[in-house]
Nanobody
Framework: HVQLVESGGGSVQAGGSLRLSCVAS????????MGWFRQAPGGQREGIAR???????TYADSVKGRFTISQDITKRTVYLQMNNLKPEDTGMYYC???????????????WGQGTQVTVS
């Protein structure tokens, strides 16, 4: 079965950077698209970045210019480079694949367990 494992979360001061990684396994071929979502404490899950296998990307307005999603298809890995982090970026970050409704917080597809990002 498909597994997505995130890593790279942690605590950082405002203005700092983190790089999240998500390694996918348990399937053949290539995922049509993968992405990152986050859920702040007490908040709803939101889509923040998406990348298609061909390389097309989409970002939430809140992270444009600060976050970059990328992929290494040969390694089945998706990355999220987060720069100029702000306290409002705090939350649990989830990797997902082949999901629906990115702009509404995502549903369906395959999901990882999440990695915590805390910005103070």
């Amino acid at each position: 079965h498909v597994q997505l494992v995130e890593s790279g979360g942690g605590s950082v001061q405002a203005g700092g950077s983190l790089r999240l990684s998500c390694v996918a396994s348990g399937y053949s071929g290539v995922m049509n698209h993968m992405g990152w979502f986050r859920q702040a404490p007490g908040g709803q899950r939101e889509g923040i970045a998406r990348i298609y296998s061909a390389g097309t990307t989409t970002y939430a307005d809140s992270v444009k210019g600060r976050f970059t999603i990328s992929q290494d298809i040969t390694k089945r890995t998706v990355y999220l480079q987060m720069n100029n982090l702000k306290p409002e970026d705090t939350g649990m970050y989830y990797c997902a694949a082949n999901f629906f409704e990115f702009s509404s917080g995502g549903r369906g597809g395959h999901w990882g367990q999440g990695t915590q990002v805390t910005v103070s």
